[in-house]
C-alpha cells in the first residue's frame, strides 16, 4: 500500500519561503512514478500545483506557481519537494503530495482525479 507523508508547512509571512518534504512508502520503485503537489484551499477545489517526472527532468507547473516554486525529487531517498518562494496570502491551502506509476500526458497528470494515494496534506499559510 502507498503511503505518503508530507511536511514542513507553517505561518510565513508574505514574500517568504518554504520547503515541503513528500515521504513515499509502500512501492516498488520510487523513480517509476510520477509525482505532483496538489492544494486546496478552504471552499475551493483541489487544484494542480507541480508535477515531476520519475528521473526528475521534466517538471510542469501552475502558471499561478510558476517562477516562485521548485518541485524536485530525491529518488534515493523516495521523497519529493516543494520549494516555495516569493509567497502570496492567496497560497494559503493545505498541500497534498500524491503519485502515480502511470504516467498519461502532461494535462492528464495535472488534474487530481488521476491519483489514487494522498497523503495527509500540510497546512501552509501566508500573512499579508
Known amino acids: 500500500q502507498v503511503q505518503l507523508v508530507e511536511s514542513g508547512g507553517g505561518l510565513v509571512q508574505a514574500g517568504g519561503s518554504l520547503s515541503l518534504s513528500c515521504a513515499i512508502s509502500g512501492i516498488g520503485s520510487f523513480r517509476n512514478y510520477v509525482m505532483a503537489w496538489f492544494r486546496q484551499a478552504p471552499g475551493k477545489e483541489r487544484e494542480f500545483v507541480a508535477h515531476?517526472?520519475?528521473?526528475?527532468?521534466?517538471?510542469v507547473y501552475a502558471d499561478s506557481v510558476k517562477g516562485r516554486f521548485t518541485i524536485s525529487r530525491d529518488n534515493a531517498k523516495n521523497t519529493g519537494y516543494l520549494q516555495m518562494s516569493a509567497l502570496k496570502p492567496e497560497d494559503t491551502a493545505i498541500y497534498y503530495c500524491?503519485?502515480?506509476?502511470?504516467?498519461?500526458?502532461?494535462?492528464?497528470?495535472?488534474?487530481?482525479?488521476?491519483?489514487?494515494?494522498w497523503g495527509q496534506g500540510t497546512q501552509v499559510t501566508v500573512s499579508s
Open positions: 500524491t503519485a502515480s506509476a502511470k504516467y498519461y500526458s502532461s494535462r492528464i497528470m495535472s488534474d487530481s482525479s488521476t491519483y489514487v494515494s
Open positions: 515531476i517526472s520519475g528521473s526528475g527532468g521534466d517538471t
